[in-house]
Structure formats: structure tokens, C-alpha cells
């Protein structure tokens, strides 16, 4: 009896003497052995922090165009939204009209309330008011390929925002550019704040609307981050569209408390919005609002969204987009349009805002571009050192 536990002792040790050589991340130790931020892939950790580190500051100046053609005066541009109960949406728009007002320019919003059919309507109507430009604001243009080949036979620009997935021109679907922060930046940074918040260790769950594309796309470049280290897991993938989110999220968010428990740590959201809806579910199962689940949204920014960050009520952070900025963006793209001149190529850094840098702001607003955009519409040129005026 004694030599067997002599030998059961012995095998016990031999093992953890080799587990503490194989295991973890690397050749670090296991994490039984060791605290979490030395067992939970050191290296992708380090990148995690400096790069968030790098995106949460605030002290930043207008790095986009400085240089471009003069206001070309009496223009029309007609606002095609994909659902005006998007916030990023709905804050692109609002840019739209205060750079429409700055340049002197006419601007009408239509809304196509998150179906297909809606926004194929409001594409038509827009075509048929013969605007001088038309903004995709935030669905696939390819949904809406008649619509877009009676403006490219009308002559009319087609400027969108998230409309594709990458930045600037497009030449399938056609459009002049196409305004958004880098999709790979957004997804990689709101990846890295788990990995840097969790010191490696979370158990995550994703919101998207695989309906949209760009969406999907940042939903999967998320996790492929994610699995950078193998210390942060993906529980779930909850698909809910946008416009049904305020329905469908809170019974979500229910069923994955009940499922997973403790083990959901964190979450990432393509949009905001998905976190104003899951509140009420989370207090009513007793998570406290600072976390856990501490909960990122990948994308837009909304005021509600800084509003709960700043209070710590069930959002912990934002990569938002500048969303005034893009509205002022698409105005300038469609004054270049209109004087033949080549898209600015600008496109925006992507931010991280948290309750410790967000300074009680409603919105990521950047300093500079109000200035600078007026600036060269009234023919105010600056030197410039980079292509196509963005130094």
C-alpha cells in the first residue's frame, strides 16, 4: 500500500514537472503555476496593450486633407439611410447636413428602414429626385443594383459610408469612395482591449448582423484576433439584425447569462446599440453595470454608448467612428467629385474611448476638420506634403 502511493506521488510529480514545461501559451509555465499574464500568450498580450495604449489616447490633430478644390456652390445631395434607428448612422447624417450648411448645399435624408424593400425604395426615390450626389449610408450597394445603375446612367456620384468593406474608390460596386475606418483596425483593436483587459483569459461573446457584410466581415476578423491567444474563447456568436435588436437582443442575452454563467467575461459588439439593449436583461440577472461581462462595441459610438461607458452601466468601452468627421468627409469627397477631381484618400485612426479618457464627451470628435474642410472650400490652401492634399 505505502510503495503504491510512493509510486502515485512520484507519476504525480513527473507530470507536473512536465506540464509545467509544455503547457501554457509558448514555453511558459502552466496556468496553474503561475499568475495569468505570464500564462496567457505573453507576446500577443504585450502587442494587446500597446496597441490599445497607442489607441486610447485623445491628444491627436487633424491629420486628413488640407489641400482640395474650392466649394463648387448650389448642389443637392440626398442622405439614402439604411435605418435611421442606426446610430452611426443617423450620426453620419447629421454631419452630412452641418457640412451640407457650411458649404451652402441642399441635403435630404431618406430613410430606408432596415429591409431591403425599404431601402430599394428609398434608392429609387432618391435616383428620381436627380440630386447633383447620393450617400449609401451604411447598406450594400450590390442589394440595390438597378437603383445603382440608374444614377450611374443619370450621372450621378455614388459616395457610401460602410457601404464596402475597405476604404476609398470602388469600382464594383461604382463608387466615387466609400468612408470608413479600416475594418481590420477596428476589428484588431476592439480584439486586443479584451485581450488586454482579460490579461489573456475571457470567455467572449460576439453580436453581429451577418445581413451586412461589412459587419460580418469585422465580426470575423474579431475572433480570428481572438484566437491569437488561446487563453481568450469564444462562447458564442449571437447573429441578431440591427433592426431587430431591441426585440431579440434582451431574450439573447438572457438565455446566454442561464448558459454560460460565470464563464462570460467580456463581449464584442459590431454596433453600440446592441449593449443599450442587453442592460436590462444583465441587471435583471444581477450582473453588476462596471462588468463582468466587460463589453466593447466595435464600431460607431453612439452618445448613448459614452453615456454608459462614462457611468459605467454595462459598457465598458467603444472604437468609435468620428462620426461629424465622416459626414464633413463625404461632403469634401463630393465637392472633389464635382470639380473631377480624385477622391482625398483620407481615412480616420481608429480610437478607443473608455470612463477613463472619454472626458465626459457624447461623441468621438476630433479636432481640426471643421477648420480645415472650410478652409479649402474657400480656396485657404495649405502646404502639404502628402498625396492628393492628406499630409
Not at 514537472?17 to 505570464?38: H, I, K
Not at 476578423?221 to 433592426?243: F, H, M, Q, S, Y
Not at 446592441?274 to 440577472?285: C, G, I, K, S, T
Request: charged content about 15%.
Amino acid at each position: 500500500m505505502y510503495k503504491n502511493r510512493n509510486s502515485v506521488l512520484a507519476a504525480a510529480a513527473l507530470w507536473a514537472a512536465v506540464s509545467a514545461l509544455v503547457g501554457g501559451c509558448g514555453n511558459g509555465p502552466s496556468p496553474a503555476a503561475a499568475p495569468p499574464t505570464a500564462a496567457r500568450c505573453p507576446a500577443v498580450l504585450a502587442e494587446a496593450k500597446a496597441a490599445v495604449g497607442r489607441a486610447e489616447r485623445s491628444d491627436l490633430t487633424w491629420n486628413g486633407p488640407t489641400a482640395g478644390p474650392e466649394a463648387v456652390p448650389d448642389k443637392t445631395v440626398v442622405y439614402v439611410a439604411q435605418t435611421m434607428t442606426n446610430p452611426g448612422v443617423a450620426g453620419v447624417a447629421a454631419g452630412v447636413r452641418e457640412a451640407a450648411a457650411a458649404i451652402g448645399w441642399q441635403v435630404r435624408v431618406i430613410d430606408g428602414g432596415g429591409t431591403p424593400a425599404g431601402i430599394q425604395a428609398a434608392l429609387s426615390q432618391a435616383v428620381t429626385l436627380k440630386p447633383s450626389g447620393i450617400v449609401i449610408g451604411g447598406f450594400d450597394p450590390r442589394l440595390t443594383a438597378q437603383q445603382v445603375a440608374r444614377a450611374e446612367a443619370a450621372g450621378i456620384p455614388l459616395i457610401g459610408w460602410h457601404a464596402v468593406s475597405s476604404p476609398g474608390p470602388s469600382s464594383s460596386p461604382r463608387l466615387f469612395t466609400n468612408i470608413t475606418t479600416k475594418v481590420e483596425e477596428v476589428a484588431g483593436i476592439s480584439a486586443d482591449w479584451v485581450i488586454a483587459r482579460s490579461a489573456g483569459d475571457a470567455g467572449v461573446v460576439v453580436f453581429t448582423d451577418d445581413s451586412i457584410p461589412f459587419a460580418r466581415h469585422k465580426a470575423e476578423l474579431i475572433k480570428r484576433r481572438l484566437a491569437d491567444c488561446p487563453g481568450v474563447r469564444v462562447l458564442a456568436t449571437e447573429n441578431i439584425p440591427i433592426p431587430d435588436a431591441s426585440q431579440r437582443t434582451p431574450q439573447q442575452v438572457s438565455s446566454l447569462v442561464s448558459r454560460f454563467g460565470d464563464r462570460w467575461t467580456h463581449s464584442v459588439a459590431i454596433n453600440d446599440l446592441y449593449f443599450a439593449d442587453a442592460a436590462p436583461a444583465l441587471r435583471a440577472a444581477g450582473r453588476p453595470g462596471a462588468g463582468p461581462p466587460f463589453n466593447i462595441g466595435a464600431g460607431d459610438g453612439d452618445p448613448s454608448a459614452f453615456q454608459r461607458i462614462s457611468s459605467r452601466r454595462f459598457q465598458a468601452a467603444t472604437v468609435p467612428e468620428p462620426l461629424a468627421q465622416q459626414g464633413w468627409q463625404i461632403v469634401d469627397e463630393f465637392n472633389r467629385a464635382f470639380a473631377a477631381r480624385p477622391a482625398s484618400g483620407y481615412v480616420a485612426p481608429v480610437h478607443v474611448v473608455t470612463a477613463e479618457n472619454s472626458a465626459g464627451a457624447t461623441s468621438w470628435d476630433p479636432r481640426g476638420y471643421r477648420e480645415a474642410y472650410q478652409r479649402i472650400w474657400r480656396g485657404e490652401q495649405r502646404a502639404v506634403s502628402g498625396p492628393m492634399g492628406a499630409r
